[in-house]
T-cell receptor, first 110, second 115 residues
Framework: RKEVEQDPGPFNVPEGATVAFNCTYS??????FFWYRQDCRKEPKLLMS???SGNEDGRFTAQLNRASQYISLLIRDSKLSDSATYLC???????????FGQGTELSVKP | DAGITQSPRHKVTETGTPVTLRCHQT?????MYWYRQDPGHGLRLIHY???????DKGEVSDGYSVSRSKTEDFLLTLESATSSQTSVYFC??????????????FGPGTRLTVL
């Protein structure tokens, strides 16, 4: 079992739709979590940090459920520019290591 | 964007040749990392450094070595490249001494093809 698991998608949604991505992690020692966005053939870029139960940034909301070892990312009012792969990431304090999920591909259509 | 550069950006080499990839940062961050990204595997940690001359192995370190003689530079060496090392390599930096700074910031990547 992978340490961080995501539905790879692809998720194909129309502009304006609300879409949710789920992620589970297996190591309860994970300290904090992140969502990264990666465009095709580019480097991952930090989208949101999730340190406590969750946080919101504009159209994006991330939630963390430590009891269920589950993280989610909600995108409201999807834009064409939201098309990318979204990486769920768990942080382990030892060595400052990040463990990446395989990513969920999102395609927003006109 | 964080000041991270990688060189070369693209490289094609032959099996058995040595290859060195360079990561350079201008942020004075303490931690530096090398990852590889492959379809079906996502990003996997190869080696990381927590200070000058301080390095440790990651998940997929076999066939790779690293060196960090200066804060700003982290080198990844493939002593004898194999076709299984064809991949996209990303460098990342972080600075845990900064407030809330578990985040890592990535360089633009190096596409390596081993024929």
């Amino acid at each position: 079992r992978k340490e961080v698991e995501q539905d790879p998608g692809p998720f194909n949604v129309p502009e304006g739709a609300t879409v949710a991505f789920n992620c589970t992690y297996s190591n309860s020692a994970s300290q904090s979590f992140f969502w990264y966005r990666q465009d095709c053939r580019k480097e991952p870029k930090l989208l949101m940090s999730v340190y406590s139960s969750g946080n919101e940034d504009g159209r994006f909301t991330a939630q963390l459920n430590r009891a269920s070892q589950y993280i989610s990312l909600l995108i409201r009012d999807s834009k064409l520019s939201d098309s990318a792969t979204y990486l769920c990431v768990a942080f382990y304090n030892q060595g400052g290591k990040l463990i990446f999920g395989q990513g969920t591909e999102l395609s927003v259509k006109p | 964007d964080a000041g991270i550069t990688q060189s070369p950006r693209h490289k094609v080499t032959e099996t058995g040749t040595p290859v060195t990839l360079r990561c350079h940062q201008t942020e004075n961050h303490r931690y530096m990392y090398w990852y590889r990204q492959d379809p079906g595997h996502g990003l996997r940690l190869i080696h990381y450094s927590y200070g000058v001359k301080d390095t440790d192995k990651g998940e997929v370190s076999d066939g790779y070595s690293v060196s960090r003689s200066k804060t700003e530079d982290f080198l990844l060496t493939l002593e004898s490249a194999t076709s299984s090392q064809t991949s996209v390599y990303f460098c990342a930096i972080s600075d845990p001494t900064s407030g809330g700074a578990d985040e890592q910031f990535f360089g633009p990547g190096t596409r390596l093809t081993v024929l």
